[in-house]
């Protein structure tokens, strides 16, 4: 079975603070493929990252960076000097070698960021 | 500019009344995905198609049904029998890879928001 678990339903920042959304996966696939999402308040679901359970590597992207450990199935993502633009709804989720290119979503985070 | 389209925007439904959510996208895509958001519970999946003519049920494809007829559309009905159908709904596609694994990521519109009258 395939499972997202996101446990931070909202989190609060105040601008500029950095912030962690922790996101933990079940499956039983030794290929995957791990998503975040961005959905702000237009509804749009913004793709951020992909990654594969054979790539543990952490990945930066400006402000954003994602951490990826298979030893604890955790993909934690997070913001740094955080902006209010960054207030959003962001998901996980899930992809395994055999469920074709069906996603499983963690049930979000609302992070709202404080000016 | 490549993307999905998805309309309308907000749409009502009587009680007893079908009614169709239109999703197009012109990303050259050959799967496309229907979701349905409620507060809370992310993201479910109700249909998805990998190929013209031919689509499966997601895990909440019961009171639903959908067509894809042509590549770039994948309209989806909710049907009277879908008895609580007020949602957000929000279509996606993504390609095939060619490797069996690629699993890409999917590409979503802007959502229909439905509500019962």
């Known amino acids: 079975a395939q499972k997202v678990t996101q446990a931070q339903t909202e989190i609060s920042v105040v601008e500029k603070e950095d912030v962690t959304l922790d996101c933990v996966y079940e499956t039983r696939d030794t290929t995957y493929y791990l998503f975040w999402y961005k959905q702000p308040p237009s509804g749009e679901l913004v793709f951020l990252i992909r990654?594969?359970?054979?790539?543990?590597q952490n990945e930066i992207s400006g402000r954003y960076s994602w951490n990826f450990q298979k030893s604890t199935s955790s993909f934690n993502f997070t913001i740094t000097a955080s902006q209010v633009v960054d207030s959003a709804v962001y998901f996980c989720?899930?992809?395994?070698?055999?469920?074709?290119?069906?996603?499983?979503f963690g049930t979000g985070t609302s992070l709202t960021v404080i000016p | 500019d490549g993307g999905i389209t998805q309309s309308p925007k907000y749409l009502f439904r009587k009680e007893g009344q079908n009614v169709t959510l239109s999703c197009e996208q012109n990303l050259n895509h050959d799967a496309m995905y229907w979701y349905r958001q409620d507060p809370g519970q992310g993201l479910r999946l109700i249909y998805y198609s990998q190929i013209v003519n031919d689509f499966q049920k997601g895990d909440i494809a019961e009171g639903y049904s959908v067509s894809r007829e042509k590549k770039e559309s994948f309209p989806l009905t909710v049907t009277s029998a879908q008895k609580n159908p007020t949602a957000f709904y929000l279509c996606?596609?993504?390609?095939?890879?060619?490797?069996?694994?690629?699993?890409?990521?999917?590409?979503f519109g802007d959502g229909t928001r439905l509500s019962i009258l």
């Open positions: 990654r594969n359970s054979f790539d543990e």
């Open positions: 996606a596609s993504s390609p095939m890879d060619s490797r069996a694994y690629s699993n890409q990521p999917q590409h």
């Open positions: 989720a899930l992809s395994g070698s055999n469920t074709g290119n069906q996603f499983y």
